[in-house]
T-cell receptor, first 114, second 113 residues
């Protein structure tokens, strides 16, 4: 299955600032997915990132707040902009693996906004 | 749209007890079904999957069978260990490739010695 390197693993940020999260995959993938896991809750898809086109955002998430870049088939970034304490969550990237391996997730970025 | 309903937690069991975590789904077509596990302080790991009706996924002593007639994918293990303590998520995706995962709410499992 694919291996994803995600960084930073955690950060504590001041409100009003922005944080960019990076995901590097060890193989070329068509789509990358960005999820949010709020404290004690399940995962919610933020957006789907396809190389060479604008990301597709789920209801409740907007590009101004969560801009995404996908410059090539192995890399993507998610920026959390103008942060507030409500943005404190774990953010995870994911890709679909080979047929027998399901979806692979990065190790996550634990964000705390103070 | 797609949805996953998962047994609410938390669940606390004694070591060597039998485990069942219920999961039912609503989806169009023939989704793929997954169980993911999240150990404390770690990311999500795929535990097992099934891609068509009557398939049984298994891994690390855990099993789940894709039941289309009951739209269920219950997770079972015959004898749990303390190291199984984690949060378990049931999830589904469409079968056309590169489709998003829809997750259940997660079930926190604690195994006491």
């Amino acid at each position: 299955s694919a291996v994803i390197s995600q960084k930073p693993s955690r950060d504590i940020c001041q409100r009003g600032t922005s944080l960019t999260i990076q995901c590097q995959v060890d193989s070329q993938v068509t789509m990358m997915f960005w999820y949010r896991q709020q404290p004690g809750q399940s995962l919610t898809l933020i957006a789907t990132a396809n190389q060479g086109s604008e990301a597709t955002y789920e209801s409740g998430f907007v590009i101004d707040k969560f801009p995404i870049s996908r410059p090539n088939l192995t890399f993507s970034t998610l920026t959390v902009s103008n942060m507030s304490p409500e943005d404190s969550s774990i953010y995870l990237c994911s890709v679909e693996g080979l047929a027998n391996y399901g979806y692979t997730f990065g190790s996550g970025t634990r964000l705390t906004v103070v | 749209g797609n949805s996953v309903t998962q047994m609410e937690g938390p669940v606390t069991l004694s070591e060597e007890a039998f485990l069942t975590i219920n999961c039912t789904y609503t989806a169009t077509g023939y989704p793929s079904l997954f169980w993911y596990v999240q150990y404390p302080g770690e990311g999500l790991q795929l535990l097992l999957k099934a891609t068509k009706a009557d398939d049984k996924g298994s891994n690390k002593g855990f099993e789940a069978t894709y039941r289309k007639e009951t739209t269920s994918f219950h997770l079972e293990k015959g004898s749990v260990q303390v190291s199984d303590s984690a949060v378990y998520f049931c999830a589904l995706s469409g079968n056309f490739g590169n489709e998003k995962l829809t997750f259940g709410t997660g079930t926190r499992l604690t195994i006491i010695p």
